[in-house]
């Protein structure tokens, strides 16, 4: 603060200790009379307001300003919800022909790996971005119908946003044209791995 005869100056600051943007009007009255400010002033651009009168006539002075005027501050990235993934952001399945598959059933056999890794069975993937403030929707879902391979590859978009912190990786299974429930493959605990290998039997 500060002041001479004739007018003072004082920082208006935010709880988290900012300044206050230009332009709020702040309102200076003495006790109780807030229909009758002893003086008016706006912040200036580092939060500073003066007002025109002598400080020591001031006597238990108060400070009235419109907390809507003041702009709300955007959230921590770490507390914002991600966004969904985008329409074109969906797992992409590896090609058993590349061999990105971590087994395979021998020559002359049908698949039999786990409970659901069947030959004829659909299994599909979906994903979704993940911050400390809650998960997004699911992206949308990449299938395939087995043959004689389980557990793929997967590639998994990053957020490009850069708000997730990571991402939940999500598989069902089709078995003669029934759905059956979704299951988590795994978490991610980062926006920047992509490649990740689906081992849940």
């Known amino acids: ?3 001479d005869s004739n007018s003072f ?3 208006l600051l935010s709880a988290d200790g900012t300044s206050f943007p230009a332009g709020i009007p702040v309102a200076l ?7 009758n400010p002893e003086a008016r002033g706006s912040t200036d651009a580092n939060g500073y307001v003066t007002f025109a009168m002598d400080p020591a006539t ?12 003041i702009p709300a501050e955007p959230p921590a990235p770490d507390r914002v919800k991600p966004p969904a993934p985008s ?13 990105g598959w971590q087994y395979q ?16 069975n659909t299994v599909a993937y979906a994903f979704s971005f993940v911050t400390i403030s809650g998960e997004s929707a699911l ?14 590859t997967l590639t998994v978009p990053r957020d490009t946003s850069g ?13 003669d044209g029934q759905p059956q429930p979704l299951e988590t493959v795994t978490q991610i605990a980062d926006n920047t791995t992509t490649s990740i290998v689906d081992t849940l039997q």
């Open 1 to 3: 603060m500060s002041f």
């Open 9 to 11: 100056t004082l920082q």
């Open 29 to 35: 009255i003495a006790g109780d009379d807030r229909k």
């Open 58 to 69: 001031i006597t238990q002075p108060r400070l009235l300003f419109d907390r809507s005027a």
């Open 87 to 99: 329409a074109g952001q969906t797992v992409t399945i590896a090609n058993p022909a590349d061999g």
């Open 105 to 120: 059933a021998d020559a002359g056999t049908s698949l039999q790996y786990g409970i659901f890794w069947n030959e004829g």
């Open 139 to 152: 992206s949308g879902w990449a299938s395939t119908t087995l043959t004689t391979y389980a557990l793929p």
């Open 163 to 175: 708000v997730a912190l990571g991402r939940i990786v999500y598989r069902q299974f089709t078995i």
